[in-house]
C-alpha cells in the first residue's frame, strides 16, 4: 500500500489563503470519490476536515474546502488564523480494501 | 457525542504480544464499521485494519496480515487488535477509528490513542 504524494512543510500569513496538494496514482486518487483531508495538531487525533473529495462535515469551518484535478487532490484553506498550525493529511480508500494515507504536510502560520 | 477511548497499550518484548481496546460510547456501535491506524514517532499515519459491522468483513494492511486480529463485540461496544509477533517498527500510537461507509469511507471519530513500545 504505497503513500500518496504530499510537500512536507507550507507556510503563509496569518490571513493568507495556502492550498496543500496530494498526488497519487489515478486509483487512489484520479478516478476516486473516496479521497479525505485530516487536521492532527502536536499530540492530538486526527480531526476529519474533508471527505468524499469536497464534502465538508458539520462543524467544520468553512475555510476549508476540498477539489481535485487529475491525479492531484487539493486542500485549500482560506484567512489562515494561528489555530490552523497543525499537520494535514489526504487519505484515500482504495479499490484495493484498504486506505492509504500521504506523508503529511505541516502548515506554519507565521 | 461519539466517544472512543483505547487502552491496552505499554511496553513489550520482541515476539510478545498485546491487547488494545477500543470502548465506543454515544453511539449504536453495531451499526457501524471500525478501525485502527498507527502512527509511528514522528511519522504519519497508517492504516492497519478494518472490520465491518457484525465481523463478517475484516481487511489488514500487508505490515500486519497474519500477525494481528482485530475485532469487535457488540455487547460490549468494544473493538479489539489482538498483536502478536510484535516488532520493533510496530512501535507507534494506535488509535481506533470509526469508519462512514456512505460518507466515501472516511474515519469521522478518532479515540485520543494509546502507545505500543516494542523494544
Known amino acids: 500500500q504505497s503513500a500518496l504524494t504530499q510537500a512536507a512543510s507550507m507556510s503563509g500569513s496569518p490571513g493568507q489563503s495556502i492550498t496543500i496538494s496530494c498526488t497519487g496514482p489515478s486509483s487512489d486518487v484520479g478516478d476516486s470519490k473516496y479521497v479525505s483531508w485530516y487536521q492532527q495538531h502536536p499530540g492530538k487525533a486526527p480531526k476529519v476536515l474533508i471527505y468524499?473529495?469536497?464534502n465538508r462535515p458539520s462543524g467544520v469551518s468553512d475555510r476549508f474546502s476540498g477539489s481535485k484535478s487529475g491525479n492531484t487532490a487539493s486542500l485549500t484553506i482560506s484567512g489562515l488564523q494561528a489555530d490552523d498550525e497543525a499537520t494535514y493529511y489526504c487519505s484515500s480508500y482504495t479499490s484495493r480494501n484498504s486506505w492509504v494515507f500521504g506523508g503529511g504536510t505541516k502548515v506554519t502560520v507565521l | 457525542e461519539a466517544q472512543l477511548v483505547e487502552s491496552g497499550g505499554g511496553l513489550v518484548q520482541p515476539g510478545g504480544s498485546l491487547r488494545l481496546s477500543c470502548a465506543t460510547s454515544?453511539?449504536?456501535?453495531?451499526?457501524?464499521?471500525m478501525g485502527w491506524v498507527r502512527q509511528a514517532p514522528g511519522k504519519g499515519l497508517e492504516w492497519v485494519s478494518y472490520?465491518?459491522?457484525?465481523?463478517?468483513?475484516?481487511y489488514y494492511a500487508d505490515s500486519v496480515t497474519g500477525r494481528f486480529t482485530i475485532s469487535r463485540d457488540d455487547a460490549k461496544n468494544s473493538l479489539y487488535l489482538q498483536m502478536n509477533s510484535l516488532r520493533a517498527e510496530d512501535t507507534a500510537v494506535y488509535y481506533c477509528a470509526r469508519v462512514r461507509v456512505y460518507w466515501y469511507s472516511v474515519m469521522d471519530v478518532w479515540g485520543q490513542g494509546t502507545t505500543v513500545t516494542v523494544s
Open positions: 468524499g473529495v469536497s
Open positions: 454515544g453511539f449504536l456501535f453495531s451499526s457501524y464499521e
Open positions: 472490520i465491518g459491522t457484525g465481523g463478517t468483513t475484516i
